[in-house]
């Protein structure tokens, strides 16, 4: 069974700071793994994933993840948060294989102080 | 291009009664998905189906069930509403081998 732990249910970052969001995740397999962005009364938007290429991941908006397998994590950071990053995300597991279920963390909630 | 939709937006329902729900895929993708959103939790998965089959299926009961459709789209249906159905539905879908879903905006369901 595969799993995803985001600790903590909320933070909160000022304008122009780093923003780091947790997710650590249990696999008795090779993951694939996503970050989802969902805005208030909208669907899931991917920012990113990694399926076992390049461990440093590149998405939109400037966030990024690093996979690493030693610490099973699998963490979101963006240099500089702006206020349109304020969201709930999720981080997601899957897989390997093709169309495998997405199971989901419960979500943080990032807010951005002007 | 469109992307993921879904119909309708918004449904109340009471208790007992039946609901259908309807998704479109994205252009290009064959295979749809469908998770159960609970306020305030992550989405979680409730079958996928590829070819007009089921393909997998998550913890929910025989209460939920669903169909696809020659060109792709899919319904789910629950039958039976239980006050605790009252989640955000959404659809996503992806092609074939691909590991990558895209959700449509949901249907928000009010289960009174």
């Known amino acids: 069974a595969q799993s995803v732990t985001q600790l903590g249910s909320h933070v909160s970052v000022s304008e122009g700071a780093l923003v780091l969001l947790r997710c650590n995740y249990s696999?008795?397999?090779?993951?694939?793994l996503f970050w989802y962005v969902q805005y208030p009364n909208q669907g899931l938007q991917l920012l990113l994933k990694?399926?076992?290429?390049?461990?440093l991941v590149k998405g939109i908006n400037g966030f990024e993840a690093e996979f690493k397998k030693s610490e099973t994590s699998f963490h979101l950071t963006k240099p500089s948060a702006h206020m349109s990053d304020a969201a709930e995300y999720f981080c997601?597991?899957?897989?390997?294989?093709?169309?495998?279920?997405?199971?989901f963390g419960k979500g943080i909630t990032l807010s951005v102080r002007p | 291009d469109a992307g993921v939709t879904q119909s309708p937006t918004h449904l109340i329902k009471t208790r007992g009664q039946q609901v259908t729900l309807r998704c479109s895929p994205k252009?290009?993708?064959?295979?749809v998905s469908w998770y159960q959103q609970a306020l305030g939790q992550g989405p979680q998965f409730i079958f996928q189906?590829?070819?007009?089959?089921?393909?997998q299926r998550g913890n929910f009961p025989d209460r939920f069930s669903g169909h696809q459709f020659p060109n792709y789209s899919s319904e789910l249906n629950v039958n039976a509403l239980l006050l605790g159905d009252s989640a955000l539905y959404l659809c996503?879908?992806?092609?074939?081998?691909?590991?990558?879903?895209?959700f449509g905006p949901g249907t928000r369901l009010l289960v009174l």
């Open positions: 996503a879908s992806s092609y074939g081998r691909g590991e990558t879903q895209y």
């Open positions: 696999s008795s397999v090779p993951p694939y």
């Open positions: 990694y399926t076992s290429a390049a461990t």
């Open positions: 997601a597991v899957s897989g390997p294989g093709a169309n495998s279920k997405l199971t």
């Open positions: 252009s290009g993708h064959d295979t």
């Open positions: 189906y590829y070819e007009e089959e089921e393909r």
